[in-house]
């Protein structure tokens, strides 16, 4: 399992943070999910099976985006 931190921008509320949340927990091998709007951070914890990009595409399909 890996932790990683991911700088999002965009969310506002609880209701983003459910909305990023969710997103991410679509994909296998995603355990854990912890979305803080106000540190516009998501903090993850992963199978080492799941690659940055599925993580950054899910969260701008959910309609946010990942700081660089």
Do not use: F, P
Not at 22 to 36: E, Q
């Amino acid at each position: 399992m890996q932790r990683k931190t991911i700088s999002v921008t965009g969310m506002s509320c609880n209701g983003c943070e459910q909305t990023v949340g969710n997103a991410l927990k679509t994909i296998d091998g995603v355990t854990r999910v912890d979305a803080d709007h106000e540190g516009d951070t998501v903090e993850i914890v992963v199978e080492e099976t799941v690659t940055d990009d599925d993580l950054h595409a899910a969260i701008e399909q959910a309609g946010y985006d990942v700081a660089a």
